[in-house]
């Protein structure tokens, strides 16, 4: 069981990211409360859960030990695997699905991603006992930023143009320059050589 990871971030995707721990890049599976505080070529710790399949080995990871310590109550309900359990997360903050837990607000609980009604119930029942107290200004809400969108865009983009023969060095200021105004992948590619084909 690896507990935790402390590398440099080298890539963010839509739903994971690579860690470089002194030369091995782990492929780590976060919400995006943790994404869109990873930044690529800082350090970063996360705390992992190991998920071993027939098919796969996966690490998910945790910025916080609250997130992972709800991860691990949430893949203990009966139906609710690691994925469904990284989209609830990614949906709401801790304190937002402690609160829907307890309000027992299956409303809420429903527009989480993989959530349907016989699933939130089971949440309900299986978690009210153990999903702790409540912080005074919790909000049961459903949100997720659009800074994840936006990262995860850039890393594909600096992987295409890269592949194009460009230097890191010189693509990674004008993906990042461009990105705010670009929608897709496809678009911040043909913004960035743009760019690129101008100052050459």
Do not use: W
Not at 93 to 107: E, S, T, V, W
């Amino acid at each position: 069981m690896i507990g935790y990871l402390k590398g440099i971030v080298t890539h963010l995707f839509r739903e994971h990211c690579f860690i470089d721990v002194h030369g091995v890049g782990y492929r780590v599976f976060v919400p995006v409360s943790t994404m869109e505080k990873l930044t690529i070529g800082k350090e970063t710790t996360v705390f992992t859960y190991m998920n071993v399949r027939e098919d796969a080995i996966l690490l998910y990871g945790f910025a916080t030990q609250d997130e992972y310590d709800l991860f691990m109550l949430l893949i203990s309900v009966n139906g609710v695997g690691p994925k469904v359990a990284l989209g609830v997360l990614s949906a709401v903050n801790p304190d937002g699905f402690r609160l829907a837990i307890h309000q027992k607000n299956i409303k809420v609980l429903t527009k989480m991603p993989g959530i349907g009604k016989k699933t939130a119930e089971r949440m309900v029942l299986e978690l009210q006992d153990k999903i702790g107290p409540v912080d005074d200004g919790a909000v049961a809400d459903i949100a997720i930023p659009s800074t994840v969108v936006s990262k995860g865009m850039m890393s594909e983009a600096l992987d295409a143009l890269i592949g194009l023969g460009y230097s890191e060095q010189e693509v990674s200021p004008v993906v990042e320059a461009k990105a705010d105004s670009c929608h897709t992948v496809e678009q911040l590619i043909k913004e960035a050589l743009k760019a690129l084909g101008s100052g050459r």
